[in-house]
């Protein structure tokens, strides 16, 4: 049996929305990931199956390994429909804020999310929540926000009614938002609702090799040269960064998704702590931080870049050009040192 985790006020108070709205719709945060993606499919089917109307809205687009998930072609993405999607919105009777804590993260769509009379429900697993929703469901501590979606589910005793299709979404959630249950995944009840997910029909070994093993050719080129041409060490920081310009991503026929995971790839090294992949895209600096051990990533997105996250994986923006960004990131590491943190791994690095 799973812990009971929420407020049980808040678990009726959901069922209640659900079941006096019938038309639904669903937001998830610029640059959808896994889990953002994964818990609004999930959701979606749950919701459809009940006989509801509903659409699942994108600001932006997401990775085409993440496409094969069950009608993931329905979802609508902002930047191409814009109109169509502040209709959507204004007339739901119910709008879902999945896996972001704040309207800012949702980019241009954020003033039709907010101006709406729907109620709006967040369900989240970030820090610091802000108040714009009506119900705010919240908890760090949960791997991921797809985790949340299975356990509001069968708290409102509709576990029934997950079908295959919403499992391997929920699934999907689970383990990218874990590194493929590597990290932010110690708790037992993880492992109850896989084994769950499994007796409904999940193929994890499909799933893995649809996220982690089909790549285009690009992609693999690109890793290659990022890894060799633009990893940067600081052995005494213990800390390794990555840069990509516009340019070089271009070069390699990047498309969205191309660089998931690489901001993981220098933690492979034993001694290092602390990554930073600093991507230049059309409107800014994009940061993503990894760290091991006690180091705090969100801390250093939060001081340095305006963003925020979790204790081992956070992300922040820069208005900036790429190389002011390295500029802050490496005076940052003079003032938050990871050396100085707890390890947890092998700590000789070498002699700079």
């Given at each position: 049996m799973l812990t009971k985790i929420f407020d049980e006020k808040k678990v009726q108070k959901l069922g209640t929305y659900i079941n006096k709205g019938e038309n639904f719709v669903i937001v998830m945060h610029i640059s959808p990931d896994g889990d953002a993606v994964g818990a609004s499919l999930g959701l979606y089917h749950y919701l459809i199956s009940q006989g509801n109307t509903v659409n699942v809205v994108a600001p932006n687009d997401f990775p085409a390994f993440l496409k094969w998930m069950p009608d993931a072609g329905s979802i609508l993405v902002y930047e191409r429909h814009p109109d169509c999607v502040e209709q959507l919105i204004s007339e739901a009777d119910v709008v879902f804020c999945l896996d972001f804590n704040e309207s800012k993260r949702i980019g241009k769509l954020a003033p039709a999310v907010e101006a709406t009379?729907?109620?709006?429900?967040?369900?989240?697993?970030?820090?610091?929540?802000?108040?714009?929703?009506?119900?705010?469901?919240?908890?760090?501590?949960?791997?991921?926000?797809?985790?949340?979606?299975?356990?509001?589910?069968?708290?409102?005793?509709?576990?029934?009614?997950?079908?295959?299709?919403?499992?391997?979404?929920?699934?999907?959630?689970?383990?990218?938002?874990?590194?493929?249950?590597?990290?932010?995944?110690?708790?037992?009840?993880?492992?109850?609702?896989?084994r769950e997910l499994l007796k409904i029909g999940v193929d994890k070994d499909r799933i893995y090799r649809q996220v982690y093993q089909v790549y285009s050719e690009s992609r693999l080129r690109l890793m290659g040269y990022t890894l060799h041409e633009k990893m940067k060490v600081y052995p005494e920081e213990k800390t390794a960064l990555i840069t990509l310009s516009?340019?070089?991503?271009?070069?390699?026929?990047?498309?969205?998704?191309?660089?998931?995971?690489?901001?993981?790839?220098?933690?492979?090294?034993?001694?290092?702590?602390?990554?930073?992949?600093?991507?230049?895209?059309?409107?800014?600096?994009?940061i993503s931080f990894r760290s091991e051990g006690d180091f705090p990533c969100n801390r250093f997105a939060t001081d340095y870049f305006n963003g925020g996250g979790h204790l081992n994986a956070a992300g922040g923006e820069y208005a900036g050009t790429l190389d002011d960004a390295v500029r802050i990131f490496e005076q940052g590491l003079k003032e938050l040192n990871p050396a100085s943190c707890r390890k947890t791994r092998g700590d000789s690095a070498p002699q700079a």
């Open positions: 009379a729907a109620r709006k429900v967040m369900i989240d697993h970030h820090l610091d929540p802000s108040d714009f929703c009506k119900l705010t469901i919240s908890h760090p501590e949960m791997s991921s926000t797809s985790e949340m979606i299975f356990r509001l589910l069968c708290a409102l005793k509709a576990a029934d009614a997950i079908n295959r299709d919403a499992a391997e979404c929920i699934y999907t959630g689970m383990m990218t938002d874990t590194g493929a249950f590597t990290y932010r995944s110690n708790d037992p009840d993880l492992y109850l609702i896989i516009l340019n070089e991503l271009n070069r390699f026929n990047y498309v969205p998704g191309d660089v998931d995971g690489f901001a993981n790839l220098p933690l492979s090294i034993e001694w290092i702590r602390f990554v930073a992949f600093i991507r230049e895209n059309t409107d800014g600096i994009n």
